[in-house]
């Protein structure tokens, strides 16, 4: 099946730094989706990207669908302490004959922000 | 804000116990789905429904069942539980080829 290769695996910040997180596949997707993930809880959709080249923002967080289709990156700008979680991507595939729509995550980083 | 609900939220219970966790949407999603996450790592899908009486298995293959009966209603269900069993079950639904939501998901511990 599709993977989808997200980096760093896990990083450690210092209070107000910039954050930049990426996700790349060897697949082409039409969709892309950042989520966080706290501790214990659900993960929280932050940004969904539609078209390739879209630039979003959301607050302190942008996002960018890269315009092979294969790739999104994350940034977080002056990052805080409750920034911390597990930020997911997932990529949506292209829509196939037999109805079929598969997201497929990949596997986080995992960000510690040190006050 | 999403509306999808997942009961209980937490569960112990001893090995060979049936049973079923709970999920409820009130967007009129088709789509629904179940994964199974371990603390702090990554996320594989267990099912997922395109709508009233369709169930696929996932990638990560799982000795739990579910059923679709009711657009709203996705029950994940496992016969007799074992310590394996032990994760957190996430739910989501979604529209076709949109963004999904999750539901706070039900932290299982099976003794």
Same mark, same amino acid.
């Not at chain 1, 993960?43 to 990207?49: D, F, K, N, Q, T």
């Not at chain 1, 409750?82 to 596997?107: E, M, R």
């Not at chain 2, 369709?54 to 269900?77: A, N, Q, W």
């Given at each position: ?27 082409? +997707?039409?969709?892309? $989706?950042?989520?966080?993930? @706290? ?5 929280? $959709?932050?940004?969904? $990207? /539609? #078209?390739?080249?879209?630039? &979003?923002?959301?607050?302190? $967080? &942008?996002?960018?669908?890269?315009? &092979?289709?294969? @790739? ?22 292209? /829509? ?7 997201? &497929? +995550?990949? #596997?986080?980083? #995992? ?5 | *804000? ?33 994964? !199974? ?15 009233? =009486?369709?169930? *696929? ?16 209603? %996705? ?12 994760? !957190? ?7 076709? =080829?949109?963004?999904? %939501? %999750? ?9």
């Amino acid at each position: 099946g599709q993977q989808l290769n997200q980096s760093p695996q896990s990083m450690f910040i210092q209070e107000g730094e910039d954050v930049s997180m990426n996700c790349t596949s060897s697949s082409i +997707f039409n969709t892309w $989706l950042w989520y966080k993930q @706290d501790p214990g809880e659900g993960p929280v $959709l932050l940004i969904a $990207l /539609y #078209k390739a080249g879209e630039l &979003t923002s959301n607050g302190r $967080l &942008t996002a960018q669908f890269g315009i &092979t289709r294969k @790739d999104s990156f994350l940034n977080i700008s002056a990052s805080i302490p409750s920034d911390v979680g597990i930020y997911f991507c997932a990529g949506s595939s292209p /829509y196939s004959g037999a109805g079929s729509y598969q997201l &497929t +995550f990949g #596997k986080g980083t #995992k960000l510690s922000v040190i006050p | *804000e999403a509306d999808i609900y997942q009961t209980p939220r937490y569960l112990v219970i001893g090995t060979g116990k049936k049973i079923t966790l709970e999920c409820s949407q009130t967007m009129g999603h088709d789509k629904m789905y179940w994964y !199974q996450q371990d603390p702090g790592m990554e996320l594989h899908l267990i099912h997922y429904s395109y709508g009233v =009486n369709s169930t *696929e298995k996932g990638d990560l293959s799982s000795e739990s069942t579910v059923s679709r009966i009711r657009t709203e209603h %996705f029950p994940l269900t496992l016969e007799s539980a074992r310590p394996s069993h032990t994760s !957190q079950y996430l739910c989501a639904s979604s529209e076709h =080829n949109s963004e999904a %939501f %999750f539901g706070q998901g039900t932290r299982l511990t099976v003794v």
